[in-house]
Structure formats: structure tokens, C-alpha cells
């Protein structure tokens, strides 16, 4: 007897695990291929919907079927169409604009902290809990700010403080909402032109992690990617590099349309206040390209030692540097100008809003 083909949702959270063992998976994207090529799960297989029932030949029929599309409707047309000819999937629920919003944590202890890692998959966007004793700061947060106070509560912290490493263009802060909900103190760069009100950073400021534990949360200006670009450095395990040093690039200097003055402010920012720190600190970016592995349960950093030697625009001269990075930088964010003027409290976040966070990032200078 012959079972029928059946077709079945799954929840983004589930393929989460399932990159894993992609050889088991065959994960078809029906959107157009200018939204494929624009955005896009890796690993996947673009066959448009309206190519679909005559390209059934190319789909591995042996592997779990996944099928996906932007907000899921065409993925359900997509799926009856293997089901009409025999083969069975699973519909990714809301599509890749609900795996934008898919999160995964990695946590491990450096010294007598803890650094929680969460992953913003679909976006590429990184932000991290740092805890010690019972207290904990919270780095870069995005919009889902119940996330990172469970992620507190479930270690018996508190959160004291919040942090953005720079005014963001290519996702929505969840900083206010997260310090109006906790009551914590949100404090930002002063040289990036947020309207509301927030404690102002200083250069060297120490947020202290725990009562008797010399460890402390150091802020450290690093103007480039922004004016008010800031990196955060944990004892002397760890750096948290925002937008200035990624595992895969640099930050790109041309969003505020001054590229090469902001270039050549990136190049000091690296060479004075990052490169001559150890080979062994661990660099924790606010941002991961699709040219990153990505792995359940392993974080997305490197040491620095490793960065030095697999980026070239880390050994060029500053002539090199900026050049280079004026020349390279393109393909902004989509809706940057929108997203900064929401970041900087020009503009009311709302549900609309929100959508213009839909896409990749594109923070980085990728060649």
C-alpha cells in the first residue's frame, strides 16, 4: 500500500539544529531568484514557484524536504504541488520573515563571568548577556527584549546595565525597552546622535560585575563604523568588537556618506585600540556574514590571533586601509536611513516599521 504524501509545518526554531546535517535536508526556496540572491538561507535550493512542477527532477526526493518562501504562502502552494506528484515536506512556518526573528544562545565562563552568546540567525545579528555574581550587562540587545531577561532570571541576575556598541542601521535596538522594563541604566556614546535621554559613556568607563571580583566591563571609544563606535573588553579574555572588527571583514565607513574620513578613523580605531591587545583575547562581534559557520553550541568568535592572520585589511597601510575600504563598501542595508532615524529616536518604532528590518545585514565591507 502506497502512504500518501503529507505535508507539515515546522517552526523555525526547529531548523535551527537541522543546518547541522544539511545532507539529510534538502531545503527548497520558492521565492524569485532576485529574493533568493538577495537574502537567503545557505544551503538552500532555489527553484521559483512557477518553475516548480516542471524541475521536480532536481529535488532529492531521499532527503527531508523543507520548503520556504518569504512569508510562507507560497510555500504552502510550493508544497501542495509535491504532494499532488507524491512527495511529502514541511512548510517553514512564517517564512524567512519569521526566521528573522529566530534566536539560539551558546553560553560558556570566561574567569568568573558567564558570556551568553544569542544568535539572531536569520539576520546575522549577535548580542550577549555578560554576568558575574548577581548582576549582568546586556550588549547590543535587539527588539525581543523577554529573551534577555529570562536568559537573566535563569541565572539569577540582574540586570544593571545595558549597552549598544554604536547606533545600529540594519536592525531596531531593543536597549530603551529592555531598560524601561528592567529598570537597568542604558548607556550609549554620546558622539552618535540619539535624542533621549540615556547615561553617556565615557571612554574607559568600568562597569563592575560583581561585589569582590576584579573584573569589570570596560567601554573603549573606537569612532569608524560610526562616530560614537564603541568596543567593550572583558577583563583580558574578551573583547566585544561591534561593528568595527568582524571574524569575516571590518566595519563598513560609508554610512554616514563621510567614507574616508570615518576610514581613516576605523584604521586608528583598529591599530590603537584593538591589534595591540593579545593574540589570545577573544573577539565577540555584533554581526556574522553569510561566509561564517555558524554551529549549535559553538560561539561565533575567534581569537584575535587567528583574525590577524586571515584579514588582509588588518597588515595594510593606512593609505592601503582606506582606500580599499572607501572602494569596497556597497550594497548598504535595505532601510538604513529608516532604521537609524528609528535607533536614534527620530522616528516611533511600530509593526511597519518593523518590517524594514526584513533582509541581511550589511555592516561589513565584503569584496
Keep these: 500500500m502506497t502512504t500518501e504524501a503529507t505535508i507539515k ?9 537541522l543546518l547541522e546535517t544539511l545532507d539529510d535536508v534538502f531545503l527548497l526556496d520558492v521565492r524569485e531568484p532576485d529574493e533568493w540572491d538577495d537574502w537567503r538561507i545557505e544551503g538552500t535550493v532555489n527553484i521559483p514557484l512557477g518553475q516548480l ?22 510555500a504552502m502552494t510550493g508544497a501542495e504541488i509535491l504532494k499532488n506528484n507524491g512527495i511529502s515536506s514541511e512548510v517553514l512556518d512564517g517564512g524567512m520573515g519569521a526566521w528573522a526573528s529566530t ?6 565562563a570566561f574567569g568568573e563571568a558567564t558570556v551568553i552568546q544569542v544568535r539572531r540567525r536569520g539576520k546575522g545579528c549577535l548580542s550577549y548577556v ?3 555574581g548577581s548582576r549582568c550587562v546586556v550588549i547590543d540587545p535587539s527588539l525581543d527584549i523577554d529573551l534577555y531577561r529570562n536568559l537573566a532570571q535563569q541565572h539569577g541576575w540582574q540586570i544593571t546595565d545595558i549597552v549598544d556598541t554604536h547606533l545600529h542601521a540594519d536592525h531596531i535596538s531593543g536597549g530603551r525597552d529592555l531598560a524601561e522594563a528592567t529598570g537597568a541604566t542604558l548607556r550609549l ?11 553617556p559613556l565615557e571612554d574607559g568607563l568600568a562597569i563592575e560585575m560583581a561585589d569582590g571580583v576584579d573584573l569589570t566591563v570596560a567601554a573603549v571609544s573606537a569612532p569608524g563604523h560610526t562616530q560614537g563606535s564603541t568596543v567593550y573588553k572583558l577583563g583580558e579574555f574578551a573583547i566585544f568588537t561591534g561593528d568595527t572588527l568582524f571574524l569575516e571583514s571590518v566595519g563598513r565607513p560609508d554610512l554616514a556618506d563621510q567614507a574616508r574620513e570615518f576610514a581613516e578613523n576605523l584604521y586608528q580605531s583598529l591599530h590603537d585600540k584593538i591589534l595591540p591587545l593579545s593574540d589570545d583575547i577573544v573577539v565577540f562581534p555584533a554581526h556574522f556574514g553569510a561566509v561564517v559557520e555558524v554551529h549549535d553550541g ?4 575567534k581569537k584575535l590571533g587567528e583574525l590577524r592572520k586571515s584579514l588582509a585589511p588588518l597588515s595594510f597601510s593606512r593609505d592601503e586601509f582606506i582606500e580599499w575600504a572607501v572602494k569596497t563598501a556597497k550594497d548598504r ?3 538604513y536611513q529608516q532604521i537609524v532615524r528609528i535607533n536614534a529616536g527620530l522616528e516611533q518604532n511600530s509593526d511597519e516599521a518593523m518590517q524594514s528590518e526584513l533582509g541581511p545585514n550589511r555592516c561589513a565591507i565584503v569584496s
Aim: negative net charge; contains cysteine.
Design 9 to 17: 509545518p515546522l517552526a523555525t526554531e526547529k531548523l535551527v539544529p
Design 53 to 74: 512542477e516542471g524541475r521536480l527532477s532536481e529535488i532529492d526526493t531521499e532527503r527531508r524536504i523543507i520548503v520556504i518562501c518569504a512569508r510562507g504562502m507560497r
Design 103 to 108: 534566536y539560539d544562545t551558546v553560553t560558556q
Design 130 to 132: 555578560v554576568g558575574s
Design 189 to 199: 556614546s554620546p558622539d552618535d546622535p540619539f535624542t533621549y535621554a540615556y547615561a
Design 298 to 301: 559553538q560561539f561565533v568568535a
Design 333 to 335: 542595508p535595505p532601510n
